[in-house]
């Protein structure tokens, strides 16, 4: 069965100090894997999609990358707009779902 | 672009009311649309998969004759909840998606069932 588990549940960072979300996943054929990114009370706002492993991909303060097992977003400098709540998810080969992990929660300090 | 307008943003209402919540992509026609479940503080689930014009594909567990979807046309699905108990109350999330393109997401509707 198709698994995807974030760490850590939550995370709380003064601004401008970096650090990653981990997303571990198991898949049965990865046919992507995604990041959002979810505000309270709002639908998730896509952010990345990777495809295969060794592959990177960056929009502004945000770094994704993709090995075999897992994914990583890299915040470098965080900003308190970056709190938010950061889901990732899988889609598999073999059909058009997502399957999401339950998210980190990001609280950024001034 | 890939716009996705998801209505009403909040409903509260009695026991035993049916609720019908709209999905709509704006700016694109998405070949399939997806409906999801999420409780506080956890992941979005799966409830049911649609696509134009014919019958939507139901996750395990959930409903069909409780949460029925229709998808009228490219550009949007519906899904009423029937006879809504308060067990029922949470935030319903619509996606669409187009192709290969990643699914883009309304922004929920929070329903609240006294």
């Known amino acids: 069965e198709d698994q995807v588990t974030q760490s850590p549940e939550a995370l709380r960072l003064q601004e401008g100090e970096s650090s990653s979300l981990n997303c571990s996943y198991t898949v049965s054929g990865l046919r992507g894997l995604f990041w959002y990114r979810q505000d309270p009370g709002k639908g998730p706002e896509f952010l990345f999609t990777?495809?295969?492993a060794g592959e990177e991909k960056e929009k502004e303060r945000l770094k994704a990358t993709l090995t075999k097992k897992e994914s990583f977003l890299h915040i470098t400098a965080p900003k308190p707009e970056d709190s938010a709540t950061y889901l990732c998810a899988v889609q598999a080969v073999y059909n058009n779902d997502m399957r999401f992990g339950a998210g980190t929660r990001l609280t950024v300090k001034p | 672009g890939a716009v996705v307008s998801q209505h009403p943003s909040r409903v509260i209402c009695k026991s035993g009311t049916s609720v019908k919540i709209e999905c709509r992509s704006l700016d694109f026609q998405a070949t399939t649309m997806f409906w999801y479940r999420q409780f506080p503080k956890q992941s979005l689930m799966l409830m049911a998969t649609s696509n134009e014009g014919s019958k939507a594909t139901y996750e395990q567990g959930v409903e069909k004759d409780k949460f029925l979807i229709n998808h009228a046309s490219l550009t949007l699905s519906t899904l009423t909840v029937t006879s809504a108990h308060p067990e029922d109350s949470s935030f319903y999330i619509c996606s669409a998606e187009k192709g290969d393109q990643p699914q883009h997401f309304g922004d929920g509707t929070r329903l609240s069932i006294l």
């Open positions: 990777l495809y295969s």
